[in-house]
């Protein structure tokens, strides 16, 4: 089973990864992370910051957030592989899920983004809107 777990660092994507885990103790996985940053759309941003710069604070913050899920793959001794895409996020995970032929998206009912906690699961939502594949919210 190829499993894709999009993270952002919340308590509800560390669920997530613990939710997948419990599959793991029970079938051979294949297990993605994803963390998504938002892409700079702005041409005046972009007079201000570099290219190099952007990519490296995306980079920087992906990591960031793929950190705790990835202490605790780490700490099961699951094997998988992190990936930081950039872009909006529901499209970019499905996009991901297509690419890498995953059988399952596993996700956080809600992210840690401030305003994805106004409007409950928009990810979420979307994700599920657009999948081909089965998705599992956890919260």
Known sequence: MNLL?????????QNAVRFA????????????LLNVQAGVHSGHAKMFVSEKQVHDYQREQGELALKPARALLDEAK?????????????DTIIAFAKEKHCDQIIMGARGENALTKLILGSV????????TVPVTLVK
């Open 124 to 131: 979420a939502t979307q994700v599920i809107e657009l999948s």
């Open 21 to 32: 885990l419990s599959l793991a103790n029970k079938a051979s996985v294949e297990i993605h």
């Open 78 to 90: 699951i094997i998988y592989q992190h990936h930081i895409g950039v872009g909006a996020p529901a």
């Open 5 to 13: 777990i999009p993270v952002d660092g919340s308590p509800h994507s």
